[in-house]
């Protein structure tokens, strides 16, 4: 299966609502704190720039306003097109001012996360990881912990979200493996073991102290980068590019 990811800054999501839908900007007001606010809208903006870049379409802010982000009762995003349901499925994660969307046709399993690397207590890899886990962790070069505790933690996440269950399930019924397959340009391959559903296939890739990973059923293929659309001169642009 093809899977694409977009990641957006904050500082890339324009100031004002107008590329918000009109029961976007309803559920905006109803959000008080403003982290919770910036990272919503953060949220809604990745989703709608990597909607727009797949499918493709006009990305003009009343365009964006017709791709419409819901939260479904489980919490996970749910595209609607014009008002109409759609045939995606989205996934996103923020953190620290970053946001990453993962995008694919169809109704499928799909689930992205974004991890800071950061050191973690023993306490955490007990509580939350598996005996394997634990033990993978613990033959692991000391300088090289923090980064695995991030790629474990978030491959769960990300599992947890393409099972659209989030941490009302154990962390501890999923089993993590990476450090195998072969690596594609920035991603590795990472799998996933569920209770319920099998193994999830995914990948996960490192950069700027963060963790990127996906997971999906079917199995994904390296994830792609969605990229701005192609620039096409309008026909003013051209007509002055004549005239030199
Ligand atoms: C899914 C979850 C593990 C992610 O938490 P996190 O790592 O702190 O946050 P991330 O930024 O990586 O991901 C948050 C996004 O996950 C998505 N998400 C939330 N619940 C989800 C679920 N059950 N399935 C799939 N995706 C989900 C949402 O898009 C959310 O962003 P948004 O609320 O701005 O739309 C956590 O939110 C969770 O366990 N949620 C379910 C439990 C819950 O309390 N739900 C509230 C019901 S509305």
Redesign the pocket.
Known sequence: MNVYWLEQGQAEVPPHEDWLGAGERARLEKLSFSKRRA??RL?RWTVKQAVSRFLPRASDFRSLQQIE?E?A?????EVRLAGQESELTV?????SGQCLCAVTAGNVNL?C??ETIEPRSDVFVEEYFTSEEQALLAQAPADLQPQLVALFWSAK?SA?????????LSTRTLEVWTGYGEQCGEWRPLAVRTATVGIFQGWWYCGAGLVRTLVAHPAPRPPARLFDPVYRPSIRDWCVAERR
């Open positions: 990272e919503w949220g982000v939260a009762p489980s919490g996970a995003p996934s996103l994660s923020h953190r689930g996360d974004l996440e947890l979200k393409a099972l659209r269950e989030g941490l009302r």
